[in-house]
């Protein structure tokens, strides 16, 4: 969500405006004509608190805007195999020209699919600033929901690729994770390097969506299936 051009501009016109005005009646006071001074001083002064406020609104608008801000990162709609067997479909979407939309399928064991990434967080006024937080994807794995299985019973793990790269437009690739683990003590605007992850139960015909906000990775329910399937406590294994 971008900041509408006119929040900035419009206050900014009121203050020069209401500076103009306040400067004229100042004018007047000097060649003490004092009603149409002080007159013009009010109006001018009040046009200023105005454009104030609205640039105030502003900047809090944007600012909530900029640290509530949220992206996909991926689709997984899941089938059922056999009991506690699924394939989980994974559709990343575009990142540019050089990254198309991918889809892929992978067959899970367990009761719930995790996804990884590692995740690059910035400082909230660097969010503010415009830098979002960045990822790569790492794996996709199943999950069991005992202990006993997830120590025990088959596994199955999936390497991923995708995230974020560099803008295009620059003769080089300009990448902000590594730019950011190799000289961050010269970078204050960074907050941490980390891995995240996201998991929901599997169910049949679910599908669900997964987000990167400034603060990592979210994953949400996308239909009925998955809506019911993370409602229902997670407690059976099917």
Request: aromatic share 12%.
């Given at each position: 969500?971008?900041?509408v051009?006119w929040?900035?501009?419009?206050?900014?016109?009121?203050?020069l405006?209401?500076?103009?005005?306040?400067?004229k009646?100042l004018?007047?006071?000097?060649?003490?004509r004092?009603?149409?001074?002080?007159l013009g001083?009010?109006v001018g002064a009040?046009?200023?608190?105005?454009?104030?406020?609205?640039?105030l609104l502003?900047?809090?608008?944007?600012?909530?805007?900029?640290?509530?801000?949220?992206?996909?990162v991926?689709?997984?709609?899941?089938?059922?195999?056999?009991?506690?067997?699924?394939?989980?479909?994974?559709?990343?979407?575009?990142?540019g020209?050089?990254?198309?939309?991918a889809t892929?399928l992978?067959?899970?064991?367990?009761?719930?699919?995790?996804?990884?990434a590692?995740?690059?967080?910035?400082?909230?006024?660097?969010?503010?600033?415009?830098?979002?937080a960045?990822?790569r994807?790492?794996?996709?794995?199943?999950r069991y929901r005992?202990?006993?299985?997830?120590?025990?019973?088959?596994?199955?793990?999936?390497?991923?690729s995708?995230g974020?790269a560099g803008?295009?437009?620059?003769?080089w690739?300009?990448d902000?994770?590594?730019?950011?683990?190799?000289?961050?003590?010269?970078?204050?605007?960074?907050?941490?390097?980390?891995g995240?992850?996201?998991?929901?139960?599997m169910v049949d015909g679910a599908?669900?969506?997964?987000?990167?906000?400034?603060s990592g990775?979210?994953?949400r329910p996308?239909n009925e299936a998955?809506?019911?399937a993370?409602a229902?406590?997670?407690t059976?294994?099917?």
């Amino acid at each position: 969500m971008s900041m509408v051009w006119w929040w900035w501009i419009v206050p900014m016109v009121v203050a020069l405006l209401g500076l103009g005005v306040l400067l004229k009646g100042l004018a007047a006071l000097f060649r003490e004509r004092f009603f149409g001074g002080l007159l013009g001083g009010g109006v001018g002064a009040a046009l200023i608190a105005v454009a104030s406020i609205a640039g105030l609104l502003a900047l809090d608008i944007q600012t909530y805007a900029r640290l509530t801000y949220e992206r996909p990162v991926a689709t997984v709609q899941v089938r059922q195999l056999g009991p506690q067997y699924f394939e989980a479909t994974v559709i990343q979407p575009a990142r540019g020209e050089d990254m198309p939309a991918a889809t892929n399928l992978y067959p899970l064991h367990g009761d719930e699919w995790r996804i990884e990434a590692q995740v690059l967080k910035w400082k909230p006024w660097a969010n503010v600033l415009g830098l979002d937080a960045q990822y790569r994807l790492d794996r996709l794995s199943g999950r069991y929901r005992l202990i006993e299985q997830e120590l025990h019973a088959e596994r199955s793990v999936h390497p991923l690729s995708g995230g974020d790269a560099g803008p295009d437009w620059l003769p080089w690739r300009l990448d902000a994770w590594d730019t950011a683990r190799r000289y961050r003590r010269f970078i204050d605007a960074v907050d941490t390097l980390y891995g995240g992850a996201a998991y929901m139960p599997m169910v049949d015909g679910a599908r669900y969506e997964v987000w990167i906000t400034q603060s990592g990775l979210i994953a949400r329910p996308a239909n009925e299936a998955a809506r019911e399937a993370s409602a229902s406590g997670w407690t059976e294994a099917r």
